[in-house]
């Protein structure tokens, strides 16, 4: 969270943003989104900030050294427990 990644579409749109959230259905929530390809998607070009459908995605690309997989395992593990207690 707060780092910069690029998530691809199933629909070859590429979005570039600032993970502001992301949970165990990979839904993802990012900010100061940039296309990747503008000449393509030109109607997306002014997107800011954007909620991605975990079943739309192909890719996510994250930053080279960032991602610390014991930290991915506890964040899952705690999003699944608040989950299950709400219910």
């Known amino acids: 969270i ?3 990644i690029v998530v691809e579409l199933k629909n070859d749109l590429a979005l570039r943003g ?3 959230s992301v949970d165990q259905y990979l839904n993802f929530k990012l900010s100061d989104v940039q296309v ?3 000449e393509r998607f ?3 070009i002014s997107v800011k900030n954007c909620f991605i459908r975990g079943s739309v995605v192909r890719y996510v690309q ?3 050294g960032e991602l610390d997989p014991e ?3 506890d964040s899952t593990r705690t999003e ?3 989950e299950q207690a709400s219910k």
């Open 80 to 82: 699944v427990a608040k």
């Open 2 to 4: 707060g780092k910069e």
């Open 62 to 64: 994250l930053p080279e």
């Open 42 to 44: 030109p109607h997306m």
């Open 18 to 20: 600032t993970l502001h």
């Open 71 to 73: 930290v991915l395992q």
């Open 36 to 38: 990747v390809d503008q």
